[in-house]
C-alpha cells in the first residue's frame, strides 16, 4: 500500500463521513432535534468502517491507475523497439546509398 493507496483511501472515507453526517442530520425534522452525539458516532464508524473496506477489498481507482501506469510504460518500451527497428533500417539504406553513389 502506497501513498496513492491511502491518499485514495482517506479522500473515500471523508467522503464516507459527509454522506453520513448529511443523511443523519436529515433525518432529523428541526435543527435542534439533530442529536449530534449520534451524528458524529455514526460518521466517525462509517469512515472507520470506510477504511477498513479499503484495506480488505482495494480500491478499483488505485488499481485501474497502476493498470494504466504499466500499460503506458509497455506501450512505450514496444514503440521504442519498433522505432529502433525502423531506425536501424532508414541507416541502412542511407549507407546502401551511398556505397552505390561511390
Known amino acids: 500500500m502506497n501513498k496513492d493507496f491511502w491518499k485514495a483511501a482517506l479522500i473515500r472515507a471523508i467522503k464516507t463521513i459527509c454522506q453520513t453526517a448529511i443523511a443523519t442530520i436529515g433525518s432529523a425534522m428541526v435543527i435542534t432535534d439533530v442529536n449530534w452525539i449520534y451524528v ?14 479499503s484495506l480488505s477489498v482495494g480500491l478499483p481507482e488505485v488499481q485501474l491507475a ?23 533500417e532508414e541507416e541502412d539504406e542511407d549507407e546502401d546509398e551511398v556505397e552505390e553513389e561511390a
Open 40 to 53: 458524529l458516532s455514526a460518521s466517525a464508524l462509517a469512515g472507520i468502517l470506510s477504511i477498513l473496506t
Open 66 to 88: 497502476n493498470t494504466l501506469y504499466d500499460l503506458d510504460n509497455e506501450g512505450d518500451e514496444d514503440y521504442m523497439e519498433e522505432y529502433d527497428a525502423l531506425d536501424d
